[in-house]
């Protein structure tokens, strides 16, 4: 019997090789046949799958989104059952970092994206975001619900905090894939402003009573 196809699977497999190549190459320099040959398939098949370039690059990142949201899962779940506001909000701050070989390419990927999106009118048609502010609403309701147990300080705006968080992490995501910063001293910054937001009502954040 011939074995059946996983047609998924098959996007899935042409995704990743996508993804790897445009993590080396750059994802403007990526075409379809450099794609079909990463991923050790024809070109043929990869022109079944997607059609047009447009269409495989869109497929691309939502399997881009999918990854990061697993990573931050398994970020999640090594901080044990119940993390809490904090340690969820550094989970998904942390897991865009480039500090390791699948967080740089995600990064470099995924900026690509932001800029190619801008200048290339097929991509830009579609969204670029499915949902563009769930990282924001996320992290936002973490410090809400930090402040509601006296773990958050009380006087902040949960909204404009998030946004600045995030894009923190952003800024210091290209920061270090440029060579200007480690990733200790990105992780060392962010934990720095968590510092500052996360606190017990009373304390400050270097643990001294206040009042």
Known sequence: MP???????RRTQIAEALIRVAGRRGLHAVGMRDVAAEAGVS???VQYYFETKEKLLYYGLQHLTRRFTERVTLRLAAAGPDPGPRATTEALLLASLPIDE?????????????????TDEALAAQP????????????????????ASGSA???????????SLLAMAATLGTSVLVG????????????????????TVGTTASGTTTG
């Not at 699948?102 to 801008?118: A, D, G, K, P, Q």
């Not at 936002?140 to 402040?147: T, V």
């Not at 200007?180 to 606190?199: C, K, N, Y």
């Open 3 to 9: 074995k059946r196809v996983d047609h998924e699977e």
């Open 128 to 147: 670029f975001i499915d949902n563009p502010d769930a990282a924001e609403n996320a992290v936002a309701g973490l410090i809400a619900r930090a402040q």
């Open 102 to 118: 699948e967080s740089r390419t995600f990064h470099l990927v995924y900026t690509s994206y932001s800029i190619l999106s801008v």
């Open 153 to 163: 300080d009380p006087d902040i705006d949960c909204r404009m905090e998030a946004i």
């Open 43 to 45: 070109l043929r098949l």
């Open 180 to 199: 200007q910063r480690g990733p200790e001293s990105a992780i060392a910054v962010l934990r720095h402003h968590l510092d500052r937001i996360f606190t």
